[in-house]
């Protein structure tokens, strides 16, 4: 699988997400989907002590016992500078680590400089416990506030990761070219649509049971199943089938097209799903082809947020 840099880090092109490790299923099942993402290529694994209260950091640091050097480990926390030593060292026991690969600020803490949080994060580089930074749901405001509070010669946020997807493109017109500007990498989280941009779901059909949008809140559901959605994945399915691929490969595909992009993180349930999810960064879209899936999938500055907790969708 083709591999991009996040700083001094080689990843793969399509990372795996963990956040229903220790929350959809425990150990064994997380150790199924973790070694078959390494057979597949995939080295690249994104994890947060929010996820099942750490248990999703256990679950992965578990899996990758006998593996650390093929994976590259990327977690996340929130809180102030004064908490940041304490979740690093924290995920390393969890992990059963002795360094983060990547540790990421999940949520922008407004209540202190961000200055103070790069001096905290610096000090965790500097001790050989935190190999690079970087962010979560930065703005490009937030994202250059930071580059400017960077004292010389100290580390910088090498990584943001955000929400992006062919239904939410509004980063195209703000982040991404402040990533390509700035050598930023850009990971993209949410890339399937909580599963719409799989297929899995036809319009008008009962939702496939066992899928995470089956047992959505009707508040989740009525957001992410508009006639609107249905329209642009339905043309997205049938581009794609023309040309032997499916929706997934094509949803990877026209992310991984797109300049500033380095990582598109999806999770998986079963083996199977990551073997699907690593095929699908081997698709490279012709010129053409990013022009009419960009026809049938028109970015937006104001396309909304994909439904989440986070944005305010429960």
């Known amino acids: 699988m083709e591999r991009r840099s996040i700083g001094s880090l080689s990843v793969s092109v399509v990372g795996m997400g963990c956040n229903n490790f220790g929350i959809r299923f425990q150990e064994e099942q997380s150790a199924e989907v973790v070694h078959a993402s390494l057979e597949a290529g ?49 995920s ?60 010389g010669g ?29 050598g930023v990498a850009f990971n993209a989280y949410f890339p399937l649509y909580h599963g719409l941009l799989t297929g899995k779901f036809r319009r008008g059909e009962p939702l496939p049971e066992g899928t995470r949008l089956a047992a959505a809140s009707p508040e989740r559901k009525a957001a992410v199943f508009t006639e609107h959605n249905f329209d642009v994945v339905e043309a997205l399915t049938a581009f794609a089938e023309a040309r032997g691929h499916a929706v997934l490969e094509l949803a990877f595909a026209r992310l991984l097209a797109e300049p500033g992009v380095v990582s598109v993180i999806a999770g998986a349930t079963w ?34 947020d994909t439904p989440s907790r986070a944005h305010g969708v429960a």
């Open 154 to 182: 100290a580390p910088r946020f090498v990584s943001v990761q955000n929400d992006y997807n062919l239904l939410n493109r509004k980063a195209e017109f703000d982040v991404l070219p402040e990533c390509v500007a700035t």
């Open 271 to 304: 083996g199977e799903q990551a073997r699907a999810n690593a095929a699908a960064g081997a698709w490279q879209l012709s010129a053409d082809e990013i022009a009419e899936v960009d026809r049938l999938a028109p970015a937006s500055a104001d396309d909304a």
């Open 42 to 90: 995939i080295n690249y694994f994104d994890t947060s002590d929010s996820y099942a209260d750490g248990r999703s950091e256990e679950c992965l640091g578990s899996a990758l016992a006998g593996h650390r050097d093929e994976a590259v480990i990327a977690t996340k926390y929130d809180g102030p500078p004064s908490h940041v030593r304490r979740s690093a060292e924290a």
């Open 92 to 151: 390393l026991r969890r992990l059963g680590v002795e360094v983060i690969d990547l540790f990421q600020l999940h949520h922008p803490y407004p209540d202190a400089p961000i200055g103070e949080t790069l001096a905290a994060l610096g000090e965790l580089v500097a001790e050989g416990k935190v190999r690079e930074i970087g962010c979560s749901n930065f703005s490009v405001a937030q994202l250059r506030a930071a580059e400017a509070a960077v004292a």
